[in-house]
């Protein structure tokens, strides 16, 4: 019995001092960046689907979704510092949540890529600084388990660290995600319209099922 | 999608690690299912 209390304090000291310095608030701030990234690249779908009138296919979809689920991740960690009850094994949890739906990502991104591999194909959808969104959701894929690795290897030292409450970086964050909660929601009601009443996107979505279903188009 | 949203709600509101976890992979199964119920076609491809 004795035995397993010396282990617990020594564990309760690694990681109070694992949670002190600057690793542990870059590891904190590199997470807002995961989300912040995520959140841009889901904006910019947004504009090119609202704006330049680029509808999103079923493949499409399946990366945000991907990019949702990793970044509930980051969001799972954040929100256990923010809280003070972030554990080792939680952002091995964490992690670990990020880097599995990355891998899920990047196999719809994968197909998506190989479908269009073809010499004479033009690809689905405009390009974007030379490469299709798939092609740049593959790369944000790759980022996140890039980014994973490194902060297990960083273990235990960078766990992040949340700043004291009442902080203006801690309204920063709070304002990170919202931001990004806003998006998922947005997303829902994307999806929402996009479906209509199918439930399922079709292979090649050229409007809104919703609309088109109520007006009887 | 609703799903997602419901899951970032619950990590906001400090949901119990094991219900977050649960659903987030069902979540994940969900979605691999979808993948798999629109991928119909076979890519004639060779490498």
Redesign the interface.
Known sequence: MAEIVVNETVVGEDASSARSGVWGTLAFWGLHGWVVAYCFVMLSAFFIQFVEGEFPC??CM?QR??M??ST?GA??VI?QAR?GTLTTA?YA?GLG?GL??SI?GS??SV?QI??H??PGDSGYGAPVLGLHLYTWAFITFVIVMLYVGLMLMLMPRGIPVAPPVGAAARGLSTAI?WV??GV??A??IA?IFLEGFAG??P?DPEGYNLIDQLTGR | MILLLVIGLLIWRGASRGSVLALWVVGLVLMVGLFKYHVTSHLDLSF
Request: glycine share 6%.
């Open positions: 079923p493949l399946l979704y991907g949702i689920l509930l969001l799972y929100m809280r939680g949890q949540m599995i739906a899920a196999s719809v197909r190989l479908l591999i073809k995600i990004f909660l998922i929601a997303n829902v999806i399922v996107l292979d």
